[in-house]
């Protein structure tokens, strides 16, 4: 396991050693695999074999002994798995068959359509009256659990959450119900039901704020992990977008971001960044992206890579120059991130345009090979992208071709439109106090 | 005459007279517990005067005597003379007597009962006053609590006279009454009723007296005055028991004299009844405690068996403690050093022979004869007493020492130095403990063992690194090699972080409350102190002191505004002025610095403080050597309060329309004093320094105002002093540079980068990074030329005298709006809401969300206005349209 968290983070940019704890065994996998797929891409063969060993330990104790198997003939280049992995698949089998048998006769009761049918939302209602009328017992109820997380193990993700989902119905255990929870949402962000995962996720949050009011620790930790599983859905869905990011700013949230996971700043710029061209509200975003910027000055003794310096190099420091550069190298983290990769090129765009913005609210009059350079691109497409710019957000800019500059006309704040606008409200709310006064 | 009057003075058998004194002492400490510390006070001078002025003393009890015995004789011209001479409270009240025996006797011969009654109250409440009536005076304890008790009184003849003559009188007229029932009126009755149980109950007190006057009546009264001639006999030899005894201080040699002058012997099988002796005698009256702590010392000498020593031990360093028992003064400082070494020796006996434990549980061993032996079945010997608690009287009676040593003078440093003895005491301390705790069996409470450690934190935690490094050297060369600590192993204390780290990760989890905070508040100090200021300002804010400081002793809260200073400091360090003003804005700006950090009492100009707060801010008091320094502190304060003040001075200007946005108060007030002073000779103190400072930097000339700052001499008590003269001067440029710009933005169109990168000596990056800065801010109504790399003001920003009232008119407009729907929300929220038939939504999610951008940006907060102004207002109004 550590061995291949060191051959990843090697080169410095990866941020994995810091997530991999926070995550389950089944998270990580793909984590591991994107990991290994970049190695052999860039032909890396010693880092590559690195992972794939990795690989190996990490999915040794789990149930998918097939293929940690194959694994394994690859990794050695045998065309047999040695003698262990075939009896370890007899016990994972002989286990599975034990488990089935133990959630037979209720599997099959919660097929029926009458019993289904009979059950209510009181939980203890539902086992009472499952108990009378059919038999079951707390026990079987609890080998649909254990059942669930063996399927969970065997890499069976559909299954086990329609078992923890069963259980959850049923169970009473307020410990093993929030434990299925996380089992259900692991495995629905596994088998990319994001949709069912959100409302899982829902479920996890009101969890963690009411069971554990009283135990602060926790309730961090527990944070924590569900910022970090939320990471899946936040890069994967786009309808996870708002409401994970909603969560992430909450108070409670931002909180434990800042305290023990700094380096979630990094997906929370990239999500706020690249949420910019989509997002339907700009105030909000408007917003965000101030909060943002609060909280990487914040946290700037604490965590740093390129995109919380390009961060910081454009909003606190108005450095254009270092900005580029950080845009430049955040681009590379981008490509080679988990959660990023697919958005990279977006999260470019958007920059591009952040840059562009605050460049033209402070300068009235710029050279487009410079604005150009300073976007990272060559002069002909910068006039090309300044142009679309300019038509897309109506900026009240023209560019001057026989000088090769860009002139920005900044109106002036008219002081007579700020009065009016500040009484404009006054009549009527007047009127509304007049009403209240004489109803009174 | 004279001579006759003046034995007459001693009358009384003075046995009987200090027995009932130690009556009274011992009743007196029973009654007022509270006022225990200063009894005891008062007690101790007195003793101590009596020691020094036997004499005079005497001289002057002989004149309050012989004024009462003056009474029996019936010459006015005497008792006239005798008035005139002698003031004192007992003597007035001798004479108040005499008056209501005159009264009583009166009373007698008309057969007026009310009128006795009354006398008889009287003469009570004066024998009461006087400390006489023992019985009574628990019933009259309220009336009796202010009075002073005069020394060494006695029960006047007179009133034995009287109330034996009265008590026959009574018993008469009791038969008389028998016989004619009729003959008294009401009130006559009820007094008569009231004399006859008062006298019931002060006549056994004195029942011998009165016998003996009833006996013979003359000889009663002239009898006791000559039974004068024995009773100076025992007086004397307590008089050479006190004077030998400052002399024993003196010198080593002290020879054993018991009481009365005997010499006595000292065997090592008598030691317990000696101890017994001494512990019986304890907060007594008139023991003299340095004698005893002689014979204590001498039985040390003796002592063999580790029990013997452990007992002497014991008890030899609680009498010690007992030299200062007063509040204000600590123990002289050899006996202070004798404790040390004591408390050290126990320690070891108690390490030699393990199977000796001191606990606080233990029962007293009753017999002196035979030392307890190992039982059966039991592992230890138990001896009842507290390690924790002498060690933790130990610190404080030092800390007390040096409260009262003039921190300037050589005897500071030295009594400093006992500073290292101090923690060795408490570490052994904490060594034996944790001894002790590896037994489960014997319960000893977590308590102990936090304390202890927490006062081995506080010992450390104001340290620098290196200081605690020596303390911990010294500390384990003087402790035997086999010596380990669980909690703080050898090898873990030579770091000072991780010694420290170490102490309060152990408290974190093994104590709460009161303990916690402060370890919390120690551990944060400490990296302050050591610039580590994220990890120092993120602990302090994790911890929720803040909130609940309040409810915390105010020694913690002292401690607490140290840590939060130091916090300040620590930012001012590293550059980060803003950090550093906002920290030390609370205690700084509210000018009693000294008092909230406890390291000097304020003049209190408008509210008087009673002499017992006075009393008590000085025991709170920290020694000089833990002080903060308080120049430096202001000067820190003043220094960031300038770099952002002046800016923001510069930005607000004229303009009456921005809202004055105060940092400092403080600084404010002192600017403007400075200001009006005609004449500004050059800079003298720190202050002074500053604010010339500011004037230079406000009228844009930086390098004025650095050398001004530079050279001020208190940066040299900063470690690294020029990489902070550095830091400042950058500070001070890039502030000068926003304020030249806030100041000179009105004079200009354009000016060139190059310019102004000049004339602030910054990089020209550095001047459009700042200038950036301060567009995107909306701070400056500018934009950059690239082109030309000028800085291009926007025309028509100045806005005119009317147009700034007119927004600042149209601002007061709308608050006033705003204020009144607050006011009728506010009004009908209590009734029974008329008009909320829509159930009051979202009230408080709009409010609150109005509110914000009222506080918040300059210009910026103009949308967010206008939302609110043209929406429902929510709630009760918003309701009422609509219904």
Redesign the interface.
């Known amino acids: 396991m550590e061995d291949v968290l060191k051959a990843v983070s090697a080169d410095g940019s990866s941020i994995m050693p810091q997530l991999a704890p926070n995550l389950s065994r089944h998270l990580l996998f793909p984590l591991i695999q994107f990991e290994g797929d970049q190695a052999e891409e860039k032909g890396e063969e010693e880092k590559a074999k690195k992972i794939l060993s990795g690989k190996i330990k990490l999915l040794e104790d789990t149930n998918m002994t097939d293929y940690v198997a194959t694994l394994y003939c690859e990794f050695h280049g045998t065309e047999e798995p040695p003698q262990e992995y075939t009896k370890k698949r007899q016990e994972v089998l002989a286990d599975l068959e034990k488990h089935e048998q133990a959630t037979e006769k209720i599997a099959d009761l919660l097929t029926q359509d009458e019993v289904v049918n009979g059950l209510r939302s009181d939980k203890v209602a539902n086992l009472e009256f499952l108990k009378k009328e059919h038999g079951v017992t707390m026990e079987m109820v609890n080998a649909l659990f254990d059942f669930g997380q063996f399927q969970f193990r065997c890499g069976q993700y559909g299954s086990a959450a329609d078992m923890l989902y069963q259980f959850r119905v049923l169970s009473t255990d307020n410990d093993k119900v929030s434990a299925a929870t996380w089992g259900k949402l692991g495995s629905e962000i596994l088998s990319g039901n994001w949709e069912s995962a959100i409302d899982e996720l829902k479920n996890v949050r009101e969890g963690i704020d009411s069971k554990l009011f009283n135990n602060p620790r926790a309730q961090l930790d527990h944070r924590t992990m569900l910022i970090h599983w939320s990471l899946f859905p936040l890069f994967n869905f786009e309808g996870a977008r708002e409401p994970i990011l909603e969560m992430f700013f909450s108070a409670p949230y931002i909180n434990t971001i800042q305290t023990s996971c700094p380096w979630i700043l990094r997906y929370l710029i990239a999500a706020v960044i690249t949420g910019r061209s989509r997002a339907r509200n700009s105030s909000t975003q408007q917003k965000q992206l101030k909060d943002v910027v609060r909280y990487v000055r914040q946290e700037a003794y604490e965590y740093q890579d390129p995109i919380t310096q390009f961060v910081n190099a454009l909003y606190i420091a108005h450095d254009f120059n270092a900005a580029r550069e950080a845009l430049g190298k955040a681009e590379q983290v981008c490509r080679s991130d988990f959660f990023l990769a697919s958005s990279a090129d977006a999260f470019v765009e958007a920059a591009r345009h952040l840059i562009c913005e605050s460049y033209c609210k402070i300068f009235s009059r710029m050279n487009i090979r410079d604005l150009s350079a300073k976007l990272g691109l060559n002069p002909d497409d910068g006039e090309r992208w300044i142009v679309n710019l300019i038509r897309e957000t109506r900026l009240d800019a023209k560019i001057d071709s026989q000088d090769g500059t860009v002139v920005m006309n900044h109106p002036p704040n008219n002081v007579y439109q700020q009065v009016i606008e500040k009484t404009k409200g006054g009549f009527f709310r007047t009127q509304v106090l007049n009403a209240a006064v004489s109803k009174s | 005459m004279s001579s006759r009057f003046f034995r007459g003075g001693d009358d009384s058998s003075s046995e009987s007279s200090s027995d009932e004194e130690e009556l009274l002492t011992e009743e007196e400490e029973d009654d007022n517990q509270n006022q225990q510390g200063d009894s005891e006070e008062d007690s101790d001078d007195m003793g101590s005067d009596e020691d020094d002025s036997d004499d005079s003393d005497d001289s002057e009890e002989g004149a309050g005597r012989f004024l009462k015995s003056g009474a029996d004789s019936d010459s006015d011209e005497s008792d006239e003379e005798v008035r005139a001479k002698v003031k004192s409270a007992k003597d007035k009240r001798l004479d108040e007597l005499e008056a209501s025996i005159k009264q009583i006797e009166n009373g007698q011969k008309n057969g007026d009962w009310t009128l006795i009654s009354s006398g008889v109250t009287h003469v009570v409440c004066i024998l009461m006053q006087m400390g006489l009536l023992a019985n009574t005076r628990i019933e009259y304890d309220k009336l009796n609590r202010q009075v002073t008790k005069l020394p060494g009184g006695k029960t006047p003849k007179p009133y034995i006279r009287i109330i034996s003559e009265l008590e026959d009188f009574m018993n008469e007229a009791l038969a008389k009454q028998k016989v004619t029932p009729k003959k008294m009126n009401a009130t006559q009755a009820r007094a008569l009723n009231a004399v006859k149980q008062k006298i019931k109950k002060t006549n056994k007190d004195y029942q011998t007296e009165i016998d003996s006057y009833r006996a013979n009546k003359d000889e009663f009264m002239e009898s006791s005055e000559e039974e004068v001639a024995p009773a100076p006999k025992p007086k004397k030899t307590v008089k050479i028991e006190l004077d030998e005894a400052p002399e024993v201080d003196g010198d080593d040699g002290f020879a054993t004299v018991g009481k009365g002058g005997k010499t006595l012997t000292y065997t090592p099988e008598s030691i317990f009844k000696h101890l017994r002796g001494i512990m019986e005698s304890r907060g007594k009256k008139n023991t003299d405690r340095l004698e005893q702590i002689g014979v204590m010392e001498k039985l040390l000498e003796i002592a063999n068996t580790p029990y013997q020593k452990i007992r002497v031990l014991l008890t030899i360093v609680s009498a010690r403690f007992d030299l200062g028992s007063s509040i204000t003064s600590a123990i002289p400082v050899e006996h202070w050093k004798s404790a040390e070494k004591e408390l050290l020796t126990l320690l070891t006996v108690l390490e030699e022979s393990p199977e000796y434990i001191v606990v606080e549980s233990a029962e007293e061993w009753e017999d002196d004869e035979k030392p307890p032996t190992l039982q059966a079945g039991e592992k230890y010997i138990k001896v009842a007493g507290s390690v924790v608690s002498y060690v933790e009287r130990l610190d404080d009676e030092l800390n007390r020492s040096l409260q009262a040593i003039d921190p300037h003078t050589s005897e500071y440093v030295e009594r400093l130095q006992d500073e290292g003895a101090l923690y060795n005491v408490i570490v052994r301390g904490q060594l034996y403990y944790e001894q002790l705790r590896k037994d489960k069996d014997l319960d000893i409470s977590q308590d102990s063992i936090n304390r202890i450690i927490m006062r081995r934190l506080e010992h450390n935690y104001f340290k620098p690194a290196q200081v605690i490094k020596t303390f911990e050297e010294n500390l384990w060369s003087a402790v035997t090699e086999k010596a380990e600590s669980a909690i703080t192993p050898r090898s873990e204390a030579s770091d000072a972080a991780n010694l420290v780290n170490v102490l309060c990760n152990y408290l974190y989890s093994n104590s709460d409350g009161i303990i916690r905070a402060r370890a919390m508040l120690c551990q944060v100090y400490f990296l302050a102190l050591h610039s580590d200021y ?1 990890k120092s300002r ?1 602990m302090m804010l ?1 911890s929720h002191l803040q909130e609940n400081i309040p409810n915390f002793d105010v020694q913690t809260q002292i401690l607490y505004n140290r840590t939060l200073v130091q916090i300040g400091l620590c930012a001012f360090r590293k550059g980060l002025v803003y950090d550093a003003q906002n920290t030390l804005q609370e205690i700084c700006g509210s000018g009693r610095q000294k008092e909230l950090l406890a390291q000097g009492v304020m003049m209190q100009r408008f509210n008087q403080v009673s002499p017992e707060q006075e009393r008590l801010e000085k025991q709170r008091q920290l020694p000089f050597h833990m002080h903060i320094n308080l120049e430096l502190l202001e000067c820190v304060y003043l220094t960031c309060s300038m770099l952002l003040e002046i800016p923001l001075l510069a930005q607000t200007g004229s303009s009456p329309d921005i809202k004055k946005r105060i940092i400092s108060k403080t600084y404010r007030r002192m600017l403007e004093y400075h200001e009006r002073q005609i004449f500004t000779g050059p800079p003298e103190n720190t202050r002074d320094h500053v604010m010339q400072a500011s004037k230079a930097l406000a009228a844009g000339e930086w390098k004025k105002a650095t050398t001004f700052i530079h050279n001020i001499k208190i940066w040299d008590l900063m470690p690294n002093t020029e990489e902070i003269k550095t830091m400042l001067s950058k500070q001070i440029q890039e502030e000068g540079l926003r304020t030249y710009l806030f100041t000179y933005a009105p004079f200009y169109d354009t000016l060139a980068v190059e310019t102004l990168s000049g004339m602030f000596e910054l990089d020209a ?1 550095k001047v459009s ?1 700042v ?3 301060m ?2 801010h909306e701070e400056l ?1 500018a ?6 790399s000028n800085l ?1 003001f ?4 100045e ?1 005119s005298r009317l ?1 700034s009232l ?2 600042t008119l ?2 007061k ?2 608050a006033l ?1 705003e204020t ?2 607050r006011t ?1 929300e506010q ?2 929220q209590g ?1 029974t809401n ?2 909320e038939r829509g159930g009051g939504r979202g009230r408080g999610g709009q409010r609150s969300g109005q509110r914000p951008g009222r506080g918040g940006a300059r ?1 910026g907060g ?1 949308t967010q ?2 939302a ?3 929406q ?2 929510g709630g ?3 309701a ?2 609509r219904g």
């Open positions: 994220y993120d994790m990056t990074a200038v950036s800065k567009i995107s109504a934009s950059l030329d690239q082109v030309t291009i926007r025309k028509g920003v806005l147009q007119a927004l149209s601002d407009a709308s709006i009144n729907e009728l009004k009908t009734s008329a008009f210009t103009n206005r206008q609110g102004g043209t429902f207002t009760a109004l918003g009422a349209v």
